[in-house]
């Protein structure tokens, strides 16, 4: 029999390559970057499948491209701002992410930047690797506590509620937003339901768990800093756009927050060249889910949700009932 056709956009993890290879004619973009469109478009056409990647535009163009054949375009992501949802939906394709598996990974980031940015943590290491420790002082590199401290979480999703939870053994207190009150999530933080004023007023760590969309875009803008503490830390593993990135230079420069810790930029992979120059922001390159065990898990999610479409079924994660 005829093996179904899938296209993978770009390389990944070859536990998902192995399984899909078992039931499909599988072919990879070989290349460790996104395919340009023209490949894209001519790639996806006749296939019955796609695994695609945040990287990739996937829209109507796409879609039409690839063929009425095509049922599904399992993105290898939890978010899925890179996909348009409508076009999908109108034509009858799934689109599925990959919860769950990557809340770990992300969340440990999330407070792998607090830490970093709380404890000067970058600054100190660059500081000791040139050679400039001459001995111990009582004012050098002066962070800041994290123990008992208020963390305010934008967010009331799966990796919100993961950092949350072990927030708990810092003794912090817990206050979040989002559309509405979660249950789950506040009896597994002991979290407080916050209006977004209060939020920002009260934490010293704000970190970011929202999806990017119309409502969300520059959530955090100039007048949101300017009601955050001096001393507040503002945590980003969500999307850059979040941010208004130019807002928030000024505010790190004015010292009107104490600093940021950013996995995710405005206009990825653009770096605004201002944040690199500032010491009191800790920058990493959208490596929230990257671990070894969360990329092979977020591969082989994206593979099954993938081999449930060609076999009939809805697949687990599907977005677009
Ligand atoms: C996601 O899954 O949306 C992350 O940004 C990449 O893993």
């Not at 817990?174 to 934490?203: C, G, M, P, Q």
């Amino acid at each position: 029999m005829k093996k179904p056709k899938v296209l993978i956009t770009r390389k990944i993890p070859e536990p998902a390559v192995l399984l899909l290879k078992e039931y499909c004619e599988v072919e990879m973009n070989p290349n460790d970057k996104a395919m340009p469109r023209n490949e894209l478009l001519s790639g996806v056409k006749g296939k019955d499948a796609v695994l695609c990647l945040l990287t990739d535009k996937i829209d109507d163009e796409v879609f039409k491209a690839a063929g009425k054949q095509c049922k599904i375009f399992a993105n290898y992501a939890v978010g899925y701002n890179n996909v348009d949802m409508e076009a999908a939906t109108k034509r009858g394709i799934f689109i599925t992410n990959t919860p769950g598996v990557l809340d770990d990974a992300t969340a440990d980031l999330a407070w792998a930047l607090l830490f970093s940015v709380s404890r000067r943590i970058v600054e100190a290491d660059q500081f000791t690797r040139e050679g400039k420790f001459k001995g111990w002082k009582s004012n050098l590199y002066l962070g800041r506590d994290v123990t008992g401290k208020t963390l305010g979480i934008i967010g009331g999703g799966r990796i919100g509620r993961n950092l949350g939870k072990k927030a708990k053994a810092f003794d912090m207190k817990i206050i979040y937003i989002a559309n509405s009150r979660k249950v789950a999530f506040e009896e597994e933080t002991k979290a407080r339901f916050v209006d977004k004023d209060t939020l920002l007023r009260e934490a010293d760590f704000i970190s970011i768990h929202v999806p990017l969309l119309p409502s969300t875009k520059h959530y955090i803008s100039e007048p949101e800093f300017n009601l955050m503490k001096e001393t507040a830390i503002l945590i980003n593993t969500s999307r850059g756009p979040v941010i208004d990135e130019k807002a928030l230079v000024k505010a790190l420069k004015a010292k009107k927050i104490w600093g940021a810790g950013l996995d995710v930029f405005e206009n990825e992979p653009y770096l605004e060249p201002e944040l690199e120059k500032l010491s009191n922001v800790v920058i990493v390159p959208h490596i929230g889910s990257a671990t070894i065990e969360t990329r092979n898990n977020m591969g082989l999610m994206a593979a099954r949700n993938i081999i449930q479409a060609l076999n009939g079924e809805i697949p687990a994660n599907t977005l677009n009932r």
